[in-house]
């Protein structure tokens, strides 16, 4: 298994150097097609200080303004890609969430940096994008320009999302020099390290050597990122956990603070 299409998306307010490389990278890597991404959208009500709401002229030059942006962002991600890898550029005037879950039909991967802000017109969402797009996503942490994944650190629980998360970090798994299964052991009857065991037996099938790790105490965010730390994995493996609430999304502790980490590169799925 491999990642053969791999979208790396571009933040419309960042610089956009750092990310093309990180996709440049992985494309080199797994010998993949990469496709540059970015999207805005205009706001669709605009309110002035008298109160008075105006769409027409303001929501056009917003418009203009976006697309002089994608445009810039699409000359640099082409000048940036060698020859030797294929590519290709996609953009749109839309949500960039809702355009990166439309384009992730392409793709086996999407990558995509930390803490692009919360204005959802010109912002990934992170936890609804890796609830909804059907592709492991992969998080880089800030300022970075390669994630070599030489140790990568499987967050395991027992559940589907887990599973999941597993399978689709197997090209990452198969290329690193240390693979760690670690759990917060909140297990009374002992079924946990039946899991662990079977996960290990899992992996070996695929040439993978892994060894396992119980983290004592309750399940949290912070105990995580902390054994992470210890063992210097420079990528994290996890389900993603939520529910659709009034059109929001709503997570667990430990995926709320996976999301919000930006100092080491997550790839998560659900």
């Known amino acids: 298994m491999s990642y053969k ?132 996503v992969l998080v880089a942490a800030s300022d970075i320009e390669h994630v070599l994944a030489k140790t990568v650190l499987v967050a395991w629980k027992d559940t589907r999302e887990a599973r999941r998360a597993m399978a ?3 090209p990452f798994l198969a290329k690193a020099n240390e693979v760690v299964i670690a759990t917060i052991d909140t297990d009374r009857d002992g079924s946990i390290r039946d899991s662990l065991a079977d996960v290990v037996v899992f992996l070996e099938h695929h040439g993978i050597k892994a060894r396992t790790e119980l983290i004592a105490g309750e399940a949290d965010g912070d105990r995580l990122f902390t054994f992470a730390r210890s063992i210097h994995a420079d990528l ?21 603070t996976l999301i919000a980490e930006s100092g080491i590169n997550r790839l998560m799925s659900y």
Not at 21 to 41: N, P, Q, S, T
Not at 69 to 84: G, I, N, T
Not at 93 to 120: K, M, N, Q, W
Not at 244 to 254: D, H, K, M, P
């Open 236 to 256: 994290i493996v996890s389900g993603a956990y939520g529910h659709s609430r009034l059109r929001e999304w709503a997570f667990g502790g430990v995926t709320r």
């Open 168 to 170: 689709d970090a197997l």
């Open 5 to 136: 299409s791999i979208i790396v998306n571009l933040a419309v307010d960042g610089p956009p150097a750092a990310m093309v490389k990180v996709g440049v990278e992985l494309a080199e890597r797994f010998g993949a097609h990469l496709v540059g991404l970015a999207a805005a959208d205009v706001p669709p009500l605009v309110a002035t200080g008298d109160g008075m709401v105006y769409e027409g002229e303001i929501m056009q030059i917003q418009r203009t303004e976006i697309e002089k942006r994608l445009a810039e962002l699409r000359a640099e991600f082409e000048s940036l890609v060698p020859a030797s890898i294929t590519s290709e550029w996609r953009q749109a005037v839309c949500g960039p969430t809702r355009f990166l879950g439309v384009s992730s039909r392409a793709a086996d991967l999407i990558v995509t940096g930390s803490g692009e802000g919360e204005d959802i017109y010109r912002a990934v969402d992170i936890g609804s994008l890796a609830l909804g797009a059907g592709r492991p």
